[in-house]
């Protein structure tokens, strides 16, 4: 199946502005410490997305 990639962004862009898509972040973890997010989310206590920040 053959996804437009541009008009499928567009419509998730669009979703987000109008508030109809709503992003929830859980937990931002470095990637220092990516075996403690991996802890969290094996443990069940999740409830939105975790987050691993990548900085140079």
């Given at each position: 199946?053959?996804?437009?990639?541009?008009?499928?962004?567009?419509?998730i862009s669009a979703l987000?502005?109008?508030?109809?898509?709503?992003?929830?972040?859980?937990?931002?973890?470095?990637?220092?410490?990516?075996?403690?997010?991996?802890?969290?989310?094996?443990?069940?206590?999740?409830?939105?997305?975790?987050?691993?920040?990548?900085?140079?």
């Amino acid at each position: 199946m053959f996804v437009d990639k541009r008009a499928a962004l567009r419509f998730i862009s669009a979703l987000l502005e109008s508030g109809e898509l709503r992003v929830v972040i859980d937990r931002t973890y470095p990637l220092s410490d990516i075996a403690a997010a991996h802890r969290y989310i094996d443990a069940g206590h999740k409830r939105g997305n975790v987050v691993i920040a990548v900085t140079s």
